[in-house]
């Protein structure tokens, strides 16, 4: 079965973007590192993604996924270039998707979307990239999600920059 993964990059204190959305605060690679995200692209062949982190990925240039499935999640958007507009339910989304062949699915951002599918159970891993900096307030990693939700860690690694990611499983409780 296709696992679904948020891979996402934060804030020491948990934010995703400013409360703008802007992400100027993002250690960048000195040199080419990649922090093993060729790797992670090579694993999956879908891109879900919310109406803004969508906006954000647009406004950074030419769009980088344009060689997966993409999917954005949207009320107000009336037709993407580079992706299939979704309306329906999660729990519809994420069982259609789950049947079809393929890869595993990447679910980049934002945090109420990431919410929505942690809320529906649909998550199977998060990887983490924290970033060395407290930005005090701005877009949470996860929305409010109204339960717990456990998480096991698969793996950590520091890398020269400050960054440090953590690779976690979503403990799934029966039902899901």
Request: some cysteine.
């Amino acid at each position: 079965m296709r696992k679904i993964i948020y891979f996402v990059t934060a804030s020491l204190d948990g934010y995703i973007a400013r409360p703008d959305g802007a992400i100027d605060w993002l250690v960048q690679a000195e040199g080419y590192e990649d922090f093993g995200f060729s790797q992670f692209l090579q694993s999956i062949d879908t891109v879900v993604q919310g109406r803004h982190t969508y906006e954000q990925v647009l406004s950074l240039g030419p769009y980088p996924y344009a060689e997966k499935q993409n999917f954005v999640f949207s009320r107000k958007l009336m037709q993407c270039q580079h992706a299939q507009i979704v309306r329906q339910p999660v729990s519809e989304f994420i069982r259609w998707v789950r049947s079809q062949p393929g890869k595993d699915v990447w679910l980049v951002g934002g945090g109420q979307l990431a919410a929505s599918f942690l809320h529906a159970g649909a998550i199977d891993e998060v990887k983490v990239f924290t970033q060395p900096i407290l930005l005090g307030h701005g877009i949470p990693l996860v929305a409010h999600i109204g339960r717990d939700t456990r998480l096991k860690v698969k793996n950590s690694q520091q890398f020269q920059q400050g960054l440090v990611q953590i690779d976690y499983e979503v403990v799934k409780k029966n039902g899901w």
